[in-house]
């Protein structure tokens, strides 16, 4: 199957910075991806379409100015948590595809 | 709107026992399905999928599962359980492949040596 990446795996910073979370198709190109939530012993949550050249559309709830995505290519996609806090920790994974979807390994946050 | 029902979050089974994980779904249009497992701290590795076909999936690890159109069911099973099997299952049902997944609550699995 296809091969998506995530960089970094596992982030921790303080409270009130920003943190940014790359998201790579390795062998597609992906016009559209996706970006999930996964709080811990929860299941995963849709966050955010990640729409290349154009903007990102939000799910209901989730904070469009906090959670910033960029999508300048047919490879990669970023998710940027602005002012973090410790409610955003969190894991988080992208998925791409046209056929079906592959998912990232998945980015922990962790807030101080 | 799709959605996804996993019966129990946790099922403990003896080690060499029957494994049955049961998801039920919602959906308008055909769907796509899906079951994944979760490790401790570690990423969703698919386990198997149903998109068209035939209505009984093998998967990896000795999992299988089966369409039921008139269910709405899509459970998954393995005949013997082994220890390296306890970890979190999620079920998952989108409406094409280039669609964003519904996942279900999750199902922790316990195996008992």
């Known amino acids: 199957g296809a091969v998506v990446s995530q960089h970094p795996s596992w982030v921790i910073c303080k409270s009130g910075t920003s943190v940014k979370i790359e998201c790579r198709s390795l062998d597609f190109q992906a016009t559209t991806m996706f970006w999930y939530r996964q709080f811990p012993k929860q299941s995963l949550m849709l966050m955010a379409t990640s729409n290349e050249g154009s903007k990102a559309t939000y799910e209901q709830g989730v904070e469009k100015d906090k959670f910033l995505i960029n999508h300048a290519s047919l490879t990669l996609s970023t998710l940027t948590v602005t002012s973090a806090h410790p409610e955003d920790s969190s894991f988080y994974i992208c998925?791409?595809?046209?056929?079906?979807?592959?998912f990232g390994p998945g980015t922990r946050l962790t807030v101080t | 709107a799709q959605s996804v029902t996993q019966l129990g979050s946790h099922v403990s089974v003896s080690e060499g026992a029957l494994v049955l994980l049961r998801c039920n779904y919602s959906?308008?249009?055909?769907?796509?399905l899906f079951w994944y497992v979760q490790y401790p701290n570690q990423g969703l590795q698919l386990l198997l999928k149903y998109t068209t076909g035939a209505t009984l999936v093998k998967g990896i690890n000795g999992f299988e599962a089966e369409f039921k159109k008139s269910e709405t069911s899509f459970h998954l099973t393995k005949p013997s359980a082994h220890m390296s099997d306890a970890a979190e299952y999620f079920c998952a049902v989108s409406d094409q492949g280039n669609t964003p997944l519904v996942f279900g609550k999750g199902t922790r699995l316990s195996v008992i040596a």
């Open positions: 959906s308008s249009v055909p769907p796509y």
């Open positions: 998925s791409g595809g046209t056929s079906e979807q592959y």
